[in-house]
């Protein structure tokens, strides 16, 4: 087993415990729209924890899908870009208070 492999297989640990420390709301101080913003009365929080928890995991999801699958670089730019605006979508209207 490679090094580079065992080093991935950590980072995406870490990364996994982080969004779920979000999504129960332990984390809250890593969304920025809550600790860094005065703005942060405008955010429904339960759905902008869920945006804030899943996109990461479903971008680390894609990452391992594209290591194991090896898409070519177009597509993988592509549905990363994709996942991205999706999330920067839902943060800014679906995460929204009314």
């Not at 984390?27 to 913003?37: E, Q, R």
């Not at 945006?51 to 290591?67: G, Q, R």
């Not at 999706?86 to 679906?94: N, P, S």
């Amino acid at each position: 087993m490679s090094i580079w492999l065992i080093i991935s297989i950590a980072a995406s640990l870490v990364a996994t415990l982080l969004c779920l420390a979000i999504l129960f709301g332990r984390g809250d101080w890593m969304i920025s729209a809550i600790a860094f913003d005065d703005d942060g009365e405008k955010y429904d929080i339960k759905r902008l924890r869920i945006v804030s928890a899943v996109m990461p995991l479903v971008l680390l999801l894609f990452a391992w899908l594209d290591v194991w699958l090896e898409f070519s670089k177009t597509v993988s730019i592509v549905i990363i870009l994709a996942i991205g605006i999706c999330g920067g979508v839902l943060d800014r209207f679906w995460a929204r208070n009314r």
